[in-house]
């Protein structure tokens, strides 16, 4: 499986932007979207997960943050609102493909197989 990020940029606090995620190669039990900042732990962000329908979102983005799919493009997208400048930092899409994924490993970097290359997201203050 290969995931291909792009949308990045850099944005005024309070704009937007999307994230998407190519998925070519094969099949997958979720896609998760996690960013990391240097000098800190990769941070789970959203989760689409096939093993039960649903959606995930950690706390700091909840409602600002919405993870879709369009299965004809093969593409996850991470559409992200009233960004602050916390929210900067270089963002991951990753697959879930080998074994089901549970709540409990939902944002569990350990649990995904396979890695996009970053896409750099910058909000200024």
């Known amino acids: 499986v290969q995931l291909q990020a792009s949308g990045g940029g850099l944005v005024q606090t309070g704009g937007s932007l999307r994230l998407s995620c190519v998925v070519s190669?094969?099949?997958?039990?979720?896609i998760g979207w996690f960013r990391q900042v240097p000098g800190k732990e990769r941070e789970g962000v959203s989760c689409l997960s096939d093993n039960d329908d649903n959606t995930y979102y950690g706390e700091s983005v909840t409602g600002r943050f919405t993870i879709s799919r369009d299965n004809a493009k093969n593409t996850v997208y991470l559409e992200m609102n009233s960004l602050k400048p916390e929210d900067t930092a270089v963002y991951y899409c990753?697959?879930?493909?080998?074994?089901?994924?549970?709540?409990?490993?939902?944002?569990?970097?350990?649990?995904?197989?396979?890695w996009g290359q970053g896409s750099q997201v910058t909000v200024s203050s």
């Open positions: 190669g094969g099949d997958y039990y979720a």
């Open positions: 990753a697959a879930k493909r080998d074994a089901p994924l549970y709540y409990s490993g939902i944002f569990s970097t350990r649990e995904y197989d396979y």
